[in-house]
């Protein structure tokens, strides 16, 4: 009898709640309240950066408050990101396609699925580098001939103009454009935003809206095509490969590119 009693005892202990290995899809839901705070808080951050009390600081004060700002609003984001995770039993990982996703696994809307032909990853290595550098050549070009219609892209959008042209400014910038930013697009454009589209339009479509909305949310009418071509490039290789980091590897490259290149030319 104390030996049922014991094993009722144990029994009866709660257990640990296991994550889920089914990929849930994305809903609406997911979508509008990752563009809300990615919104909200972008003005929020613009509203703090020409508050006149920000001009009265020296400069490294100027350029340490806008490193600040946006590592803070970069990590609220992240942790956006974490809720939609926990709030659908994934890991990290599993929601946003960073562990590759093996063959035969369910798939969601608007990835690869275990019928679909994927790449070995020399080749989409290979085509990472090509997008890289195909990008960079054209916004090179789409620079040269902007210039020349008097047109140049404007000063306060420089890298110099935010970050300052100190070695202090280029680790900021390589922190929050480098590394934060890419991340946190590629997480919510190429995979909450791209796959919720795929539920309801063709692949190709899904990521042309996602594209779209994506050079909109930078508020650069001069960068619009450098920024569509940008998420056009990495939304095909989201939806060609069972991985975001390829999308990832190509965003963080090519904002380093940029970067490097606008300290560069100031630093000499």
Known sequence: MAQ?????????????????DTLK?????????????????????????????????????QVGVRIALLVV???????GLVWLAHRRELTFAQAYRLKPEPAGTATRAGTSSPETKTYPAWTTA??????????????????AVTSGLGWPAPSSESMTALFGNSLYGLAGAL???????????????????????AKKVAP??????????????????????PNLLLALATGWLAARSRSIWPALIL?????AVVVAAAFYLALT
């Open 73 to 79: 609003f970069y990590l609220f984001e992240l942790l």
């Open 126 to 143: 290979l085509l990472t580098v090509g997008l890289l550098i195909a990008l960079r050549a054209v916004g090179i070009a789409y620079n």
């Open 4 to 20: 049922h009693s014991a094993h009722h005892t144990l029994s009866t202990k709660p257990r640990p709640r296991k994550r889920s």
């Open 175 to 197: 922190v929050s454009v480098v590394l934060l930013a890419p991340v946190i697009e590629e997480l919510v454009f190429r995979v909450i935003m791209q796959e919720t589209f």
């Open 251 to 255: 965003h963080i490259s090519y904002n």
């Open 25 to 61: 899809p994305w809903s609406w839901f997911d979508v509008v309240s990752m563009s809300v705070a990615l919104v909200v808080s972008s003005g929020l951050t613009a509203l703090v950066l020409s508050n006149r009390l920000t001009t009265l600081l020296p400069e490294i004060g």
């Open 204 to 225: 190709l479509l899904a990521i042309v809206l996602q594209a779209l909305i994506f050079s909109v949310y930078h508020l650069s009418l001069w960068a619009a095509l």
